[in-house]
C-alpha cells in the first residue's frame, strides 16, 4: 500500500510558477508510476502528467505541454511538479496518484491507483 501527502498548492497570479510536491511512503514507490491529475469545480478530475517508475518515461495533457514539468526522485519518494507559466484555466485541486500499471496507462485509467488528498490551486488574472 502507498500512502500519499500533496503540497506546495496556493494563490498565484497569471503567469507565475509554482511547484507541488508528493510525499509517498510504501516500499514499492520506486517501482510505480505516479502522476498528476486535477478536478476543476464542476469538472471531472483530469490527467495532467504521468511518469514511469524510472522516471525517463513522461507523458503530458496537451493544455499543460511545455509549461508543467513532472519529476521524481526515487532515493527521496518524493514526486514534484513543476508548474510554469500559470493559467486561470489551471485552476483546480491538483491529485498525486500512485498508479497500479504503466505511466502510459495512467493517462486513461486510474483504476487501482492510490490517491493523496489533494492541494489547492487557485491562478489569479
Known amino acids: 500500500q502507498v500512502q500519499l501527502v500533496e503540497s506546495g498548492g496556493g494563490l498565484v497570479q497569471a503567469g507565475g510558477s509554482l511547484r507541488l510536491a508528493c510525499a509517498a511512503s510504501?516500499?514499492?514507490?520506486?517501482?510505480?508510476?505516479m502522476g498528476w491529475f486535477r478536478q476543476a469545480p464542476g469538472k471531472e478530475r483530469e490527467f495532467v502528467a504521468t511518469l514511469s517508475s524510472s522516471g525517463i518515461l513522461t507523458y503530458y495533457a496537451d493544455s499543460v505541454k511545455g509549461r508543467f514539468t513532472i519529476s521524481r526522485d526515487n532515493a527521496k519518494n518524493m514526486v514534484y511538479l513543476q508548474m510554469n507559466s500559470l493559467q486561470v484555466e489551471d485552476t483546480a485541486v491538483y491529485y498525486c496518484a500512485a498508479g497500479s500499471g504503466s505511466a502510459r496507462a495512467m493517462r486513461t485509467t486510474t483504476v487501482g491507483a492510490y490517491w493523496g488528498q489533494g492541494t489547492q490551486v487557485t491562478v489569479s488574472s
Open positions: 510504501g516500499r514499492t514507490f520506486s517501482s510505480t508510476a
